[in-house]
């Protein structure tokens, strides 16, 4: 035998252990599924934002054949769930919003569910609306829940140091209002949920959350049985993006009607009915204030933001517990007064979406840099510089900031855009005659990269077992809904047994099987999950050298697995076949198996009241530098290159990193520049991909990633998680070239031909009456 | 009642013969009546291609075309793409390029992207990225599906 | 959104794919009957609580030799009903004859939707936003219906300009079908430009659509065409604006004047995709392009 030399994994590129059967149209997704026996479920939406219910006649939906439960409010407990605990999933007396889901029907198919709905008879008595949260914080505005006085939802403060002061010093101060719009996920596989109960009323729901240990928690409220009577399997599904992270009315609902019928219940929601009713991303308004010394040093940011709630409280309104890190992190801010308040509306309402509040703060964090740069007259790269965090640096939320290469990262995109040499001449062709104009803009912004302690634990569980023939099976609680969880998993555990990738099965999706995990969510799950995986392997790592060692006898730390072997770890001489050792560990003596187990907490704590604590385990930055040129007559807007620099932490698969950063890039640019959800008094005005754009092929810009690797102390194999940060930075970058190219700012995303035009001709019309 | 239409035609390979409701698509017929859920339901209003087949060797939107329309023609789903010899080269390009992520809007877009290189071969970027305008990805930001059409027809700047 | 109490959809409730035109236009002589192309609109308009519920019997022309295939004869170019938007792009007599209409195919939805949507279609659709009727109207091109009646097969020829009656509505009789779409071949010294807007390429539901067509003299323009399209009920022609152009010679005014107008003879509307105010903006943006960049806009 010839040696074995030792070769690594990480930093390879590596495809997805799934990604034939996804090629070959093998895969199925809950969509696809079919149960035995199984009944179709179909919600009847209020579509009206506010009104009392004062009848509803289901009689001759009940009597169709083929129709096997019909539920309204009436027909289940009352019982409150969501964020908030004040969502039903069927609502008696009023309806709040558009989605509110008013009754609900099971039957043999898709088009009996359709006519048995059509036969439902609803008599309203409409109410007066409120859609603007401004508004509806006002007195005298109509209440949209009667225990919440003042429209009132959630609110977050944070302050440190001492702002007024700051702001007497500060040589330069800036004041900004930003809107920040509704946007949804448009996951391709629209929300899609099948309920089974048991006879001794245990429930198996096959789910597309990305939570499933606490979606038990969330999800038995609201049918009034013990999460632990609750089985989550989550067959693949097509996309997330942070909108099954909540408990939503149609799971409930779903579980409702398989309860009543007694008989396996799908529901799953078309495309206009995903647009309506699935989650947005959370509207913000943003009143923000910044104050800078002469030479540049921030002083203070002031900020106010007033959320619109929404009739019901999901993740959405939560997300100022990262706004305000934004707030009071990006770039050295030494004096923060924040303020956030939620206040309930007569709209649809929000969850959590890729970037989690992030995406808003950063749009006025990085707008309000490019602005203050200018207002001092430096450039933006030497005031980034100034104000970057450096390593070991703890910010007013008590952030550690540990390997930080913020400064290194901007840089770096300066570096390879020519940033400042093209932003000059850009800005001094501005007025030049011609249509198309150029320009070149940078953001940047930071976010937590290992896990973030929002619930009381933020761990996983794994546990790994080895068979006869070497093939290992690993259990983990962390969820894979596209983003590559897989393939890391694979590559960290082949990394310590020594064994090929293909040779391990990955079991993620029973609730029954593997142990817990917070969710897919906050960049964590490389970095959690990771961290999990790999302690596990090398307990079984442990195990099975242990045994080698007594049987080669070598001390095990002189010993290695690789490619299947056992080896002399100097030199990679073969001692031993893996499958045997396992076999003879097994058929000896002194039988052993090997089957390990892990739970891994990060060394991350929960925020105190006051919002202090360092909730992530890691942070990292990114900086992105978008060049553009804007038609002046059309207001259309081109990408000619994109660049990204953004700290990894350490590259551990280099295909499945880039492809998370290209795809949170495009992401963040539909969101700059053409996706909406025009919702206009509570209704959705654009519900198909026919008028809420997603970017599509043409329009993907050339890109470039640079990788820092700033090797996270406490990150598997020095990772850091990375998948929210390409989604957030984008729109600011592109906001301020926009600005470089043609002197308009925008505060109010997104930038479409319309607005951009509007404003050109709005600006032009000005000039020439003052002319 | 409504009118049912008896329709043969040959299935990635295979002769079918079914009747089905004059008004039901393609896909419906695919997914639902022969459980070919391969090819996949995003929108049902031809905006995203996520339903993407050939007939005749020319790539369609399932959810538009009539079931009844594929009397007598040569249809090809995802399902067929793959022979006793394996993965079709496009499909492993797309596996190798790491051009798959959730995978749902995939079967739709490799069909496109095959549909492509058996009818431009060699194209420009431009091209190619014209080629795929009615296949919307929300996971990959479209890049790795390039290169993966790239690997196998080549593609000049 | 499912509305509520709303009357039963209609489903077909028989079914004929014809392969001759005469057998067709049989099976339709009753009117009762909903004529599927390549069904890209149909499909969608037909669902449950659409705008359009279906008639007694689905007839599937598709199979129909007759209705494919361009020609030219007598200096006339022929577009049968079934040539589908992919056979435009790709036609070589329509490229050296009327580039126009492959251009315009090549704006229009995505390479699936191209291979399926047929010119028949697009033009009986008679959206406002129907893409190939914009260049067809400037090249005064005329449809040809056809209708069983007494015993044989009728046509007659209406010209595009008076075909379109409001959205979706035309003056073809239930018992009619397109047939074919003719235009005499234009003149060498003819221009025609088409611009439909952005920022996609395709797969875009036009905002605004502008063509012009013109005989250009040593700058003079005459027979000056200019259509429209989403800015009013229907496809339309600018007539103030190829009145005025009619006979005069490119200058930045007479640009400007002309933009101007254009954007008078459109009454566009607020909607989800765009408002009144941007729409004339782009109207005028795109004739002084067309005006400006001679044809390819
Ligand atoms: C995603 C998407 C994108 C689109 N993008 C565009 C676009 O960019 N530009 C654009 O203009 N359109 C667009 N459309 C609309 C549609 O594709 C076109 O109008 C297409 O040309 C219709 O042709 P068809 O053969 O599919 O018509 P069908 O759907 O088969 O028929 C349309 C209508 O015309 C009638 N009809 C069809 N042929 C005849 C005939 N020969 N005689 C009498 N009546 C007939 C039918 O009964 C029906 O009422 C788009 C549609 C979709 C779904
Ligand atoms: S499902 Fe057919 S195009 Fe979207
Ligand atoms: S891979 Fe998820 S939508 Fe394309």
Not at chain 2, 37 to 43: E, F, I, M, P, Q
Not at chain 2, 129 to 147: A, I, M, P
Request: proline share 5%.
């Amino acid at each position: 035998m010839e040696p074995i030399a030792k070769k690594s994994l990480i930093g390879q590129r590596v495809p997805k252990p799934d990604a034939p059967d996804k090629a070959t149209g093998r895969t199925t997704y809950i969509n696809d599924m079919v149960l035995p026996k199984m009944l179709y479920g179909k919600i009847l939406h209020a579509g009206r934002p506010h009104a009392l219910i004062k009848n509803i006649d289901v009689s001759a939906a009940k009597a169709l054949p083929g129709v096997y439960a019909v539920l309204t409010a009436a027909d289940v407990p009352e019982m409150f769930f969501g964020v908030g605990r004040d969502n039903r999933p069927l609502k008696g007396g009023k309806v709040r919003c558009v989605r509110d889901e008013v009754a609900a029907v099971a039957a043999e198919s898709e088009e009996l569910c359709d006519e048995a709905l059509r036969l439902i008879k609803v008599d309203y008595e409409d109410l007066p609306a409120v859609f603007d949260p401004a508004e509806g914080a006002k007195e005298g505005a109509p209440l949209i829940h009667d225990n919440k006085p003042g429209n009132r939802s959630l609110a977050y403060q944070f302050k440190h140091g001492d702002v007024a002061a700051a702001e007497a010093s500060s040589d330069v101060v800036i004041d900004s209002v930003f809107n920040v719009h509704y946007v949804t996920h448009c996951c391709m596989g629209t929300s899609c949920v099948i309920a089974d109960f048991d006879c001794d009323g245990k429930l198996t729901i096959y789910s597309q959350t990305q939570y499933p240990y606490n979606f038990k928690m969330d999800l038995a409220p609201a049918l009034g049985i013990h999460p632990g009577d609750i089985r989550v399997i989550q067959p693949p599904v097509g996309g997330a993006f942070g909108s099954k992270l909540d408990v939503y009315p149609f799971e409930p609902v779903c579980a409702l009607l398989a309860q009543a019928a007694r008989r396996p219940v799908k529901l799953t929601f078309s495309r206009e009915e995903e647009f309506i009713n699935a989650p947005t991303r959370q509207p913000v308004r943003i009143h923000m204030r910044t104050g800078a010394k002469k030479d540049g040093t921030l002083t203070f940011r002031k900020v106010d933001c007033l959320l619109n709630n929404g009739a019901y409280t999901s993740w959405g309104p939560t997300v100022p517990f990262v706004m305000m890190r934004t707030f009071s992190s990006h770039f050295r801010v030494p004096n923060v007064d924040i303020d956030c308040r939620a206040i309930y509306t007569n709209n649809p309402y929000a969850g959590s979406f890729r970037g989690y509040g992030n995406v808003q703060a950063t749009y006025a964090t990085s707008i309000h840099a490019d602005m203050m740069a200018e207002k001092l007259g430096m450039e933006l790269l030497t005031f980034s510089l100034k104000n970057a965090q450096k390593s070991g640096e703890v910010t007013p939320q008590g952030a550690r900031l540990n390997e930080c290469v913020f400064a290194e990262c901007l840089q770096k995109a300066a570096d390879v855009t020519d940033f400042t040499a093209k932003h000059a001449r850009y800005a001094a062709e501005r007025n030049k005659p011609g249509r198309i104009k150029r320009g070149i803009g940078m953001a940047s912004s930071i976010h937590n990269a290992g896990g973030a302690k929002i619930h009381k634990s933020d761990g996983c569980g794994t546990m790994i077992k080895l068979d006869d023939y070497a093939r290992a099976t690993v259990i983990t609680g962390a969820s894979e809904i596209g983003q590559g969880i897989d393939a890391v998993i694979c590559q960290v555990v082949a990394e310590e047994l020594g064994i090929p990738m293909s040779d391990i099965t990955i079991v993620n999706n029973d609730s029954a099987i593997a142990p817990w995990d917070v969710g897919v969510h906050a960049s964590r799950t490389t970095f959690i999950a990771g961290n999990a995986a790999q302690r596990a392997a090398r307990k079984a790592r442990e195990q099975m050298l242990n045994a080698a060692s007594k049987r080669a006898n070598m001390p095990a730390d002189a010993l290695d697995l690789r490619e299947g072997w056992v080896v002399h770890d100097s030199d990679g001489t073969p001692v031993l076949k893996i499958d045997k050792l396992l076999r003879e560990m097994h058929f000896s003596r002194e039988p052993e198996l090997v089957m390990v187990s892990e739970y891994y907490e990060p060394p991350s704590e929960p925020e105190n009241k006051e919002h202090v604590g360092d909730m992530s385990a890691a942070y990292s930055h990114a900086v992105h530098v978008a060049e553009v040129e804007v038609d002046t007559e059309t207001g259309e807007i081109r990408i000619v290159k994109f660049t990204s620099v953004q700290d990894v932490g350490r590259v551990i698969n280099e295909m499945g990193l880039e492809a998370q950063l290209e795809g949170g890039i495009v992401m963040g640019i539909g969101y700059a520049l053409s996706e909406e959800l025009k919702i206009v008094n509570g209704q959705v005005r654009n519900p198909s991909f026919r008028d809420y754009k997603v970017l599509t092929a043409p329009e993907v810009p050339p890109m470039e990633l640079h990788f820092i690797e700033s090797h996270s102390s406490t990150g598997p194999m020095g990772a850091k998680g990375i998948a929210e940060l390409p989604t957030i930075v984008p729109a600011p970058a592109i906001a301020n070239a926009v600005y470089n190219a043609i002197g308009i700012r925008f505060f109010d995303p997104p930038m479409t031909p319309e607005k951009v035009a509007r404003a050109i001709w709005e600006r032009d019309s000005k000039l020439a009456a003052a002319e | 009642m409504t009118a049912k239409v008896d329709i043969s035609f040959t299935l990635n390979g295979h002769l079918k013969k079914v009747s089905v409701p004059a008004d039901m698509s393609a896909l419906t017929m695919l997914r639902d009546m022969l459980g070919m859920t391969g090819t996949k339901l995003a929108c049902g209003e031809g905006e995203c291609g996520a339903c993407t087949i050939m007939v005749d060797g020319v790539s369609l939107n399932s959810c538009l075309m009539y079931a009844a329309e594929c009397d007598g023609r040569t249809v090809l789903t995802i399902e067929g793409l793959r022979t006793a010899a394996g993965l079709d080269p496009m499909q492993k390009a797309f596996v190798e390029k790491g051009a798959i992520q959730c995978g749902y809007c995939m079967p739709g877009m490799i069909m496109q992207a095959k549909y492509l290189a058996d009818t431009k071969g060699k194209m420009t970027h431009e091209e190619l990225q014209r080629g795929l305008e009615g296949n919307v990805c929300r996971c990959t930001g479209y890049k790795k599906v390039f290169d993966a059409v790239a690997a196998v027809v080549g593609v000049t700047e | 959104m499912v509305s509520q109490a709303t009357t039963e959809s209609q489903t077909p409730q028989e079914y004929a794919a014809p392969s001759t035109i005469e057998e067709a236009l049989r099976s339709i002589a009753d009117g009762d009957a909903t004529i599927l192309a390549g069904g890209t609109d149909l499909m969608l308009q037909t669902k449950p609580g659409g705008r359009l519920p279906y008639r007694r019997k689905l007839v599937n022309i598709r199979r129909i030799a007759g209705l494919r295939g361009v020609g030219e004869k007598d200096g006339r170019i022929s577009i049968g009903a079934l040539v589908t938007i992919t056979d435009i792009a790709n036609n070589e007599l329509l490229k050296t004859a009327a580039p126009v209409l492959p251009q315009t195919a090549d704006c229009f939805a995505s390479g699936q939707i191209r291979n399926m949507g047929t010119v028949g279609g697009n033009i009986c659709n008679a959206s406002p936003a129907g893409d190939m009727i914009v260049p067809l109207l400037v090249l005064d091109a005329e449809v040809e219906l056809s209708a069983w009646a007494k015993g044989a097969v009728a046509t007659r020829l209406v010209p595009l300009s008076k075909f379109f009656t409001g959205p979706g509505r035309t003056v073809k009789q239930p018992n009619e079908l397109l047939t074919r779409i003719v235009f005499a071949r234009p003149d060498k010294k003819y221009s025609v430009g088409y611009i439909k807007s952005g920022p996609r390429p395709a797969l875009e539901i036009s905002t605004v659509s502008a063509a012009l067509s013109a005989i250009r003299d040593n700058d003079k323009l005459s027979s000056v065409r200019i259509a429209l399209g989403a800015v009013g009920p229907t496809v339309l022609r600018a007539v103030k604006a190829e009145a005025y152009l009619e006979g005069k010679t490119v200058n930045a005014q007479v640009v400007a004047e002309t933009a101007r107008l254009a954007a008078e003879d459109a009454s566009p509307i607020d909607d989800v995709r765009a408002t009144a105010w941007y729409r004339r903006h782009l109207i005028q943006v795109y004739v002084k392009r067309l005006l400006e960049n001679d044809s390819q806009g």
